[in-house]
Nanobody, 114 residues
């Protein structure tokens, strides 16, 4: 399964970006779909996830600024990020967990300037 992420870029603090991820296989019955991020020398951390039954989880640092959504018809997972902060600067990875395996996209860089 291949995941193609897009939408990263440069924005100023307080700005918005929308990340998109398209999977080459269906995500309807995936255990979860989501976004993680990783900075240099840091562990990968969960940003947002949608669990199979539709519930969502967000990292503590999100504090209502981000919204994750998915479109099962187009096998797409989006992350709307508002009120971005310089600390949000990271490489963002989309992921799909089918239970029998987890797949990762190639990563998209988000840079937030102060």
């Amino acid at each position: 399964v291949q995941l193609q992420a897009s939408g990263g870029g440069l924005t100023q603090a307080g700005g918005s970006l929308r990340l998109s991820c398209v999977a080459s296989a269906g995500i309807l019955n995936a255990n979860s779909v989501g976004w993680y991020r990783q900075g240099p020398g840091k562990e990968r951390e969960m940003v947002a996830e949608i669990i199979n039954r539709g519930s969502t989880k967000y990292g503590d640092f999100v504090k209502g600024r981000f919204t994750i959504s998915k479109d099962n018809t187009w096998n797409k997972v989006d992350l709307q990020m508002n009120n971005l902060k310089p600390d949000d600067t990271n490489v963002y990875y989309c992921t799909v967990d089918y239970g029998w395996d987890r797949f990762w996209g190639q990563g998209t860089l988000v840079t937030v300037s102060s």
